[in-house]
């Protein structure tokens, strides 16, 4: 299946470890935050901005699985994650997150 995204915006940042805190704070909670922020702030990442046709839930499925031991054949997650807190891409679960995470990344 062809994705027609369209990339608004992109550029490699590199976080601090407080800002990796803030960005993820919503898992603060979880056992696995720490190693969360450490990886995120671990060095340069790519943020980018996509458009397109239920852009959302058409690039969670391409990362596929949170967990990428559990992740489908051909998802990002499944060729390049390493556990669940080095699943090694990120993608907004709503468009209430997209927007916040836009931004946290792009309108500082």
Excluded: W
């Excluded at 062809?2 to 990339?7: A, D, E, L």
């Amino acid at each position: 299946k062809k994705n027609n995204f369209k990339i608004l915006k992109n550029k490699k940042v590199r976080i601090s470890k407080e800002e990796a805190s803030e960005f993820y704070k919503a898992h603060q909670t979880k056992p696995f935050y720490n190693d969360l922020c450490n990886y995120l702030s671990s060095g340069p990442i790519v943020v980018m901005i996509l458009k397109g046709e239920s852009a959302v839930s058409e690039s969670r499925r391409i990362m596929g699985a949170t967990d990428p031991s559990k992740s489908e054949e051909g998802t990002l997650r499944k060729m390049y994650g390493i556990s669940i807190e080095k699943n090694s891409v990120h993608g907004s679960d709503s468009l209430e997150s997209a927007k916040t995470e836009i931004d946290f990344f792009f309108n500082k």
